[in-house]
């Protein structure tokens, strides 16, 4: 209790931002409930071009006028832009060009009404900004970093939107100033005004040797089976990632699982990561970017692939 009463001081002295103790409505009773096996496909999906020459990553994938439509992150060598590529059946994509650029990348699309809400991390310390199909060239920073000696100090990153019971809700990333980076939750009305967990992060760094005892980011979430699930990136020693799964009952206090999903092919063989999520009758639907070459940041050679959870 004195531990929770001195970090609410901390925060209302910080002045960056409104914190609040909650949690999540009640998980969805049906869907698959686990245990998960993985299945990917062979090949990636969606691979490297002109302006996206260096790395394909981050797919944000929603459905939107009839279509798959995937807002990702591509990047050209010196800066992340965003892009939008487009399916009839989430497998085969067509490119349609950029859409956010520069410095803008790493985002969570969700459709409300016939509005494409996407947000994304841009700056430096980084921050997460919003921008809406209603006119994608308003931009506006909506979650900032935290007070000085919080989890949170140094970024804000690897945004993930789900909407429960017409409450918005924010997994994320943040950094703090010994760049431990672990997750966080953040609710909103509007998707421009967050509230912060108090008690956040709400998902610490692996034990020593585990695949994610470096870092944990880019969160995937969804409700099904009685429960909520997180896929989520670790990184390893040697920068090698891979992707975990973990449980929760009410969205804030969260439990690993044992499955970890790793490359086996060529193109995904030292990196898979930056997953997003569909419901469907077969199954969960993942897109997840893939790399050859295990570094923290880009020079990935990163393509995006499609697999399946059942």
Request: hydrophobic letters at 35%; one cysteine or more.
């Given at each position: 209790?004195?531990?929770?009463f001195?970090i609410?001081?901390?925060?209302?002295?910080?002045?960056?931002?409104?914190?609040?103790?909650?949690?999540?409505?009640?998980?969805?009773?049906?869907?698959?409930?686990?245990?998960?096996?993985?299945?990917?496909?062979?090949?990636?999906?969606?691979?490297?071009?002109?302006?996206?020459?260096?790395?394909?990553?981050?797919?944000?994938?929603v459905?939107?006028?009839?279509?798959?439509?995937?807002?990702?992150?591509?990047?050209?060598?010196s800066?992340?832009?965003?892009?939008?590529?487009?399916?009839?059946?989430?497998?085969?994509?067509?490119?349609?060009?950029?859409?956010?650029?520069?410095?803008?990348g790493?985002?969570?699309?969700?459709?409300?009404?016939?509005?494409?809400?996407?947000?994304?991390?841009?700056?430096?310390?980084?921050?997460?900004?919003?921008?809406?199909?209603?006119?994608?060239?308003?931009?506006?920073?909506?979650?900032?970093?935290?007070?000085?000696?919080?989890?949170?100090e140094?970024?804000?990153?690897?945004?993930y939107?789900?909407?429960?019971?017409?409450?918005?809700?924010?997994?994320?990333?943040?950094?703090?100033?010994?760049?431990?980076?672990?997750?966080?939750?953040?609710?909103?009305?509007?998707?421009?005004?967050?509230?912060?967990?108090?008690?956040?992060?709400?998902?610490?760094?692996?034990?020593?040797?585990?695949?994610?005892?470096?870092?944990?980011?880019?969160?995937?979430?969804?409700?099904?089976?009685g429960?909520?699930?997180?896929?989520?990136?670790?990184?390893?020693?040697?920068?090698?990632?891979?992707?975990?799964?973990?449980?929760?009952?009410?969205?804030?206090?969260?439990?690993?699982?044992?499955?970890?999903?790793?490359?086996?092919?060529?193109?995904?063989?030292?990196?898979?990561?930056?997953?997003?999520?569909?419901?469907?009758?077969?199954?969960?639907?993942?897109?997840?970017?893939?790399?050859d070459?295990?570094?923290?940041?880009?020079?990935?050679?990163?393509?995006?692939?499609?697999?399946?959870l059942?």
């Open positions: 209790m004195r531990r929770a001195i609410f001081l901390a925060l209302a002295a910080g002045g960056c931002g409104k914190y609040a103790e909650f949690t999540l409505p009640a998980p969805d009773a049906a869907g698959p409930r686990g245990p998960f096996h993985w299945e990917a496909s062979p090949e990636p999906v969606l691979g490297r071009g002109d302006w996206d020459s260096g790395d394909v990553l981050n797919p944000s994938v459905r939107y006028r009839g279509d798959y439509w995937n807002f990702y992150s591509g990047y050209d060598g800066t992340w832009s965003t892009g939008v590529a487009t399916s009839n059946d989430g497998v085969h994509w067509s490119k349609k060009g950029k859409l956010l650029s520069p410095d803008a790493n985002g969570s699309a969700l459709l409300r009404g016939d509005t494409v809400f996407y947000w994304y991390q841009t700056g430096s310390p980084v921050e997460i900004a919003l921008a809406t199909s209603a006119d994608w060239t308003k931009r506006q920073v909506v979650l900032k970093t935290g007070p000085r000696g919080s989890w949170d140094r970024g804000v990153a690897d945004p939107v789900i909407e429960r019971s017409g409450t918005l809700y924010m997994y994320f990333l943040g950094m703090d100033r010994a760049r431990r980076q672990r997750l966080g939750v953040a609710r909103s009305q509007d998707g421009v005004t967050w509230e912060k967990l108090t008690s956040n992060p709400i998902l610490e760094l692996g034990a020593e040797g585990a695949f994610d005892e470096l870092g944990l980011g880019e969160p995937a979430v969804w409700s099904s089976g429960a909520y699930w997180m896929l989520y990136t670790g990184r390893a020693r040697g920068e090698k990632r891979r992707i975990g799964l973990a449980r929760s009952n009410d969205g804030v206090h969260w439990f690993r699982e044992p499955l970890v999903i790793e490359g086996d092919r060529a193109w995904d063989r030292e990196v898979v990561c930056d997953p997003t999520v569909e419901l469907t009758p077969e199954g969960i639907r993942v897109w997840f970017g893939g790399g070459v295990a570094r923290p940041d880009q020079g990935l050679h990163g393509q995006i692939g499609v697999g399946m059942r």
